[in-house]
């Protein structure tokens, strides 16, 4: 993989040089040591990954993310020093696009190799996701539902450019909205915690991590906040499971929809968001085949057309909208 290192930091610059050389695949092109630098350099030779920092002179990485993806769009990984200070831009420029997050690598401390591999896992997930290859190909059907008992859920399922696209869909709901609320979103668990106080505080609605064992319950949006996958269970309850292990992204879009598709117990909206690569298309089908509304993100709102693009391209969507469009859309569906 190319790989563009974006850091005015020359101990980190070094720290990822090295990181990246433990795999002989992937080659740094060029080093940016300002936002500015990479939007330019990013427009003469698109690398297939920038590496970007947050904090630098000139630019920082949240404007050279959102300018980057307007304008020559590749695949971003926010690299930190200081995540917990850091929290909001993190997720500012994961609105813009970037695909994830993750702590700079340590130099001189511990083993070379372990400090290198949180890195590494990164980048192979995202060669994957790029080359669209790893998905699942599920031709299993989910049983019908029971109707019997109805309660209401909207289950969303979102990555690059999700929190914004989420504050912006949740800042539409009021807080007495009816239905229960389960957030699938691509994030590493040490930063799910930080994402759901900030989805709290920018939207207005109470936002938390998912529990193990508890059922999805209107009043409070749950988050997925670990890296496992979020399951609905039979008993109607939440449950995290490492199982698939096969898949990219953890926690999944599909698996989460998947189990809807096949337990949920009433009226229930899925919702899939801006995101690269193809998860939650096959588990929003699932939950169409079932007789949910299913809806998808369209094209000019999406900071990254791909999971909506691949709903819309296998007809899994009944509606496609505009982000701005999709609460309004809730709220006729459960408060009629």
């Known amino acids: 993989m190319r790989i563009a290192i974006v850091n005015d930091m020359p101990m980190a610059v070094e720290a990822l040089r090295r990181a990246v050389s433990f795999e002989p695949a992937h080659q740094v092109v060029w080093v940016a040591s300002n936002g500015l630098e990479a939007v330019q350099r990013c427009a003469e030779s698109t690398p297939d990954l920038i590496l970007m920092d947050l904090i630098m002179p000139v630019m920082d990485g949240v404007e050279a993310t959102r300018q980057i993806m307007a304008q020559t769009p590749c695949a971003i990984v926010i690299v930190t020093v200081d995540r917990q200070a850091n929290v909001s831009r993190v997720f500012e420029a994961m609105g813009h696009g970037a695909l994830d997050v993750v702590d700079t690598p340590a130099l001189g401390v511990g083993n070379p190799k372990d400090a290198a591999a949180p890195l590494l896992r990164k980048i192979l997930n995202i060669g994957w996701l790029i080359g669209q290859r790893g998905s699942r190909v599920r031709a299993e059907t989910a049983p019908p539902r029971n109707t019997g008992k109805r309660q209401s859920l909207v289950a969303i399922g979102s990555s690059a450019g999700g929190p914004a696209a989420l504050e912006i869909l949740l800042k539409g709901l009021p807080p007495d909205f009816p239905a229960a609320i389960v957030l699938?979103?691509?994030?590493?668990?040490?930063?799910?915690?930080?994402?759901?106080?900030?989805?709290?505080s920018a939207s207005g609605l109470p936002v938390r991590l998912a529990r193990e064992g508890e059922p999805p319950q209107s009043g409070v949006v749950l988050?997925?906040?670990?890296?496992?996958?979020?399951?609905?269970?039979?008993?109607?309850?939440?449950?995290?499971?490492?199982?698939?292990?096969?898949?990219?992204?953890?926690?999944?879009?599909?698996?989460?929809?998947?189990?809807?598709?096949?337990?949920?117990?009433?009226?229930?909206?899925?919702?899939?968001?801006?995101?690269?690569?193809?998860?939650?298309?096959?588990?929003?089908?699932?939950?169409?085949?079932?007789?949910?509304?299913?809806?998808?993100?369209?094209q000019q709102s999406s900071a990254v057309y791909g999971m909506p693009k691949a709903a819309a391209a296998i007809d899994a969507a009944v509606e496609i909208r505009p982000l701005d469009r999709i609460a309004p859309r809730l709220l006729e569906v459960f408060t009629k």
């Not at 699938?184 to 709290?200: I, K, Y």
């Open 223 to 298: 988050l997925a906040g670990t890296n496992h996958h979020i399951r609905l269970l039979k008993n109607g309850t939440l449950a995290y499971t490492a199982e698939p292990v096969n898949e990219i992204y953890r926690p999944s879009i599909d698996v989460f929809f998947e189990s809807v598709a096949s337990h949920w117990n009433g009226d229930a909206v899925g919702v899939l968001l801006t995101g690269m690569g193809r998860d939650g298309a096959q588990g929003l089908k699932l939950m169409r085949e079932q007789g949910y509304l299913t809806i998808a993100q369209d």
């Open 184 to 200: 699938v979103q691509h994030v590493d668990q040490v930063f799910a915690a930080g994402m759901a106080e900030w989805l709290s």
